[in-house]
């Protein structure tokens, strides 16, 4: 057996060769495996090289790539730096020690919004700030010819926008996480007819009435915010962000939901993050090559800037995550930002049919054409009354956000709802058994002009004509029955007072913006169509309404309570302490 068979079968029982001949190899083999192991060694370091070069940004840029940059440096920047002042005095208007979740919201929810206008017209003005960075871009580059990179700038632009993204959909994810943004459809609403109502208002409650399928993409968005504040994570954050956010672009599209501007504007900042790592994504996914990442850090000798950058993150990730989750947590328990708030009359709550009707002592028989009867009467579990009349009624076309303080402004109980359902908000007196009630529907027109009126500003003359009742048209009211009806404006007076308003929210809802919002909005407040009913009832099988409607004629309501079960499963996860 020759010395190479040995060494062979040894390596082929892997077995350890007792013969130490047959270990030690010729000349010529020592002298070619020499040769193959410097050559391996070699090829080792080259290729280290190789990947050491791969791993940094290139020092020098094509000429097209440095124009680029500069345009998409200033169009970012003015789409992440907030150019209105009252976004930093607001800083200084919060109570800190009584946040509400609106005011973190407001700081993280910054887009530019210079041009006045809905829907579209939050595109202009990106077009705007893009026609801007253009011309800017042109100037810097006829300024700054010899400029071979702009790493470290790219850096510092990545990085704004990173945390610009990331605060940004945490506090669009919070609302989803602890389901305030698409509540569950209240009592009113699940006896809307389907058709009543809009294609946006249909999608949300498609959502609302699975909550947990919310609070799901709710984490979703909560973790791409996360992901987004660590650099090592960053692009797989946009990676989720750019999906999540895509998606929810295109249903508003759809769905006309009215926040397309807004979630364009994380899938935007996701591009951006995602457009240097686009060609190693496609090597390592499509072409399945081998592909090491573009890493680029700066590196702080200076232990002030070290300090700096960690008391910097740590304070952003403790108030934007920590203290966002806890006022939205409290937002939800007893304060949810899209329901009122206040209890209603806890003997009242549910749904009624209408066992009679009379208006002006005259009894109303049913009818399907008829439109002055009421059918189909709720009580919410908050403060407010719902019924159904067969005529047409103003269809609010918004989403019912935004960030009223004042129940009454409220407003998703009616966004997007048709078919006749009137939607009141009561304040009751609960010794003499009277509701105090006023439309929820209101005017843009009106609100916009009521923001306008001084707050000494007169009222209209008490003796002023007001327009023609439905019933008169009618012919149902005689003159003498009108004569003998008591006047609205006496019972207003018994509304309740700032002070009275601010004792039905829960104290644990009732934050510093909360106080002053209140009160801010009932010096802004415009007619509305006011009703002032007495209500009476034994075991709330049956309820006794009379008193005055919109119209200023007197009506009587005889509801006979209906515990309809209903197809849809009640909530588990429902907002608010009622």
């Known amino acids: 057996m020759s010395d190479s068979t040995t060494h062979s079968e040894s390596v082929i029982n892997n077995e350890p060769d007792t013969n130490s001949e047959a270990q030690i190899p010729t000349g010529k083999n020592h002298t070619s495996e020499a040769a193959a192991g410097t050559k391996r060694d070699a090829d080792a370091e080259s290729r280290s090289n190789r990947n050491a070069e791969s791993n940094l940004p290139p020092r020098v840029w094509k000429s097209y790539q440095k124009i680029a940059f500069r345009i998409a440096f200033i169009f970012f920047i003015l789409m992440t730096i907030p150019e209105n002042p009252g976004w930093y005095t607001q800083w200084f208007q919060f109570d800190w020690t009584s946040l509400h979740y609106r005011d973190l919201y407001d700081i993280a929810r910054y887009q530019p919004a210079f041009i006045r206008g809905a829907g579209y017209y939050g595109y202009a003005e990106w077009l705007v700030l893009f026609a801007v960075s253009i011309v800017g871009g042109l100037i810097w580059t006829g300024l700054d010819r010899k400029r071979t990179e702009y790493n470290v700038l790219y850096y510092w632009l990545t990085v704004i926008v990173r945390y610009r993204a990331a605060i940004g959909i945490i506090g669009f994810a919070f609302t989803k996480v602890l389901p305030v943004q698409m509540p569950y459809p209240s009592t009113g609403i699940l006896n809307t007819n389907f058709g009543d109502l809009t294609a946006q208002k249909i999608y949300w409650l498609s959502i609302s009435i699975v909550p947990w399928y919310q609070v799901f ?80 850090d700066l590196n702080f000798k200076e232990q002030w800037l070290k300090t700096t950058r960690i008391v910097l993150k740590t304070g952003v990730i403790f108030l934007f995550l920590f203290v966002f989750f806890y006022i939205q947590l409290n937002n939800f328990l007893y304060d949810p ?32 054409q008829d439109s002055l009867a009421w059918q189909d009467v709720t009580f919410e579990n908050w403060t407010t009354l719902t019924f159904k009349q067969n005529r047409p009624v103003p269809l609010d076309l918004s989403n019912g956000g935004g960030s009223p303080m004042r129940d009454i402004n409220r407003t998703f109980e009616i966004a997007g709802v048709g078919g006749g359902r009137r939607v009141f908000y009561y304040e009751a007196d609960t010794v003499n058994h009277i509701l105090y009630l006023q439309d929820k529907y209101r005017d843009l027109s009106a609100l916009r002009a009521g923001g306008k009126k001084k707050k000494g500003r007169k009222q209209a003359p008490a003796n002023q004509q007001e327009p023609e009742s439905s019933q008169q048209k009618h012919g149902l009211v005689a003159d003498q029955h009108k004569k003998s009806k008591p006047e609205l404006g006496k019972a207003q007076a018994s509304f309740l007072t700032d002070a009275q308003e601010y004792a039905q929210v829960d104290p644990a809802g009732l934050t510093g913006r909360r106080l002053k919002g209140i009160t801010a909005e009932r010096a802004l407040e415009t007619g509305r169509k006011r009703m002032v009913l007495h209500y009476s009832t034994t075991d709330g099988k049956e309820v006794i309404l009379k008193g005055i409607n919109e119209n200023k004629d007197s009506v009587s309501v005889i509801l006979h309570r209906v515990n309809r079960q209903y197809a849809l499963k009640p909530s588990t996860l429902s907002a608010g302490k009622y």
């Open 217 to 296: 993409a709710g984490v979703v968005e909560l973790s791409a915010g996360i992901l987004l504040l660590f650099r090592k994570t960053a692009v797989l954050g946009a990676i989720i962000l750019f999906g999540a956010l895509g998606d929810i672009v295109y249903v508003n599209f759809a769905y006309d939901g009215g926040v397309h501007v807004y979630s364009s504007y994380f899938v935007l900042f996701a591009a951006f993050i995602l457009a240097k790592e686009m060609p190693k994504i496609y090597n390592l996914f499509i072409l399945e090559r081998y592909t090491v990442p573009v890493n680029f």
């Open 337 to 368: 930002y899209k329901q009122p708030a206040a209890k209603g009359v806890s003997k009242l709550r549910g749904y009624y049919q209408v066992a009679e009707f009379k208006l002006n002592n005259q009894v109303i028989p049913y009818s399907p």
